[in-house]
């Protein structure tokens, strides 16, 4: 018998995969556009198997869409948003026993998402240049993906309280 938590983290590496699959293979800034995809997997892995759970979804995710664009700051940039995912629920107090508070897990997956996009943003276009700088294209990809940030977290608490409590 596989025990529980064996089963949260098949899970939680199975969210890191799905990441890949929805953004791994698409060229920035398209990818940047489905960030969506990666608050609602981050998020639910933080329900799912609790403090680090988002690190370790992030972490997967990071290692395997390395792998297919072999660009480093991927990686970096992938548990960073895990970490903060993790950090700001903890902080925010997103999950009380087995409920998810959707104002609070949707406001901690906006902080991290925006923050994360800011760093990400700064550092290859301000810093390294590894992007061209357009004021535009990069306003739109930020207030896009704080969107697509809460939108994620509160999809991921719906989703938990509804139909993944009972089953963890």
Known sequence: MVSNRSRKIALASLFGVLILVTVGFLPAPTSDYLIIFQALFLALSYLVVGRGGAT???LVAGLLITAVKVAPLNLVFAVFFGVLVDVTCLALRAKVGDQARTARLTAAVTISTGVVGFVAYYTTAV????????????????????????????????????YLAARF
């Open 56 to 58: 370790y979804t992030g």
């Open 127 to 162: 810093l390294t240049n590894i992007v061209p700088n357009q004021f535009i294209l990069d306003a739109t990809v930020l207030i896009f993906g704080i969107i697509s940030g809460a939108i994620g977290g509160y999809l991921a608490a719906r989703i938990w309280n509804r």
